[in-house]
């Protein structure tokens, strides 16, 4: 079984991830055929901002 973890960090983790870095995260997966339904693990910083987002099969 081959199994793929995409994984994209925000440019600045204190601000959090610009929509444009969510986006290329998304289409980055898309392109790694992760499947629509998998599970999101994310890590934010004190103030809600996404630092780091990733899928875990």
């Given at each position: 079984m081959i199994t793929r973890t995409v994984k994209a960090d925000a440019?600045?983790?204190k601000l959090g991830m610009?929509?444009?870095e969510l986006?290329?995260?998304?289409?980055?997966a898309?392109?790694?055929e992760v499947p629509g339904?998998?599970?999101l693990h994310v890590r934010v910083n004190?103030?809600?901002g996404i630092k780091t987002?990733?899928?875990k099969p």
């Open positions: 440019a600045d983790p610009t929509l444009d986006a290329a995260y998304v289409d980055e898309r392109n790694a339904g998998a599970h004190m103030r809600g987002v990733e899928t």
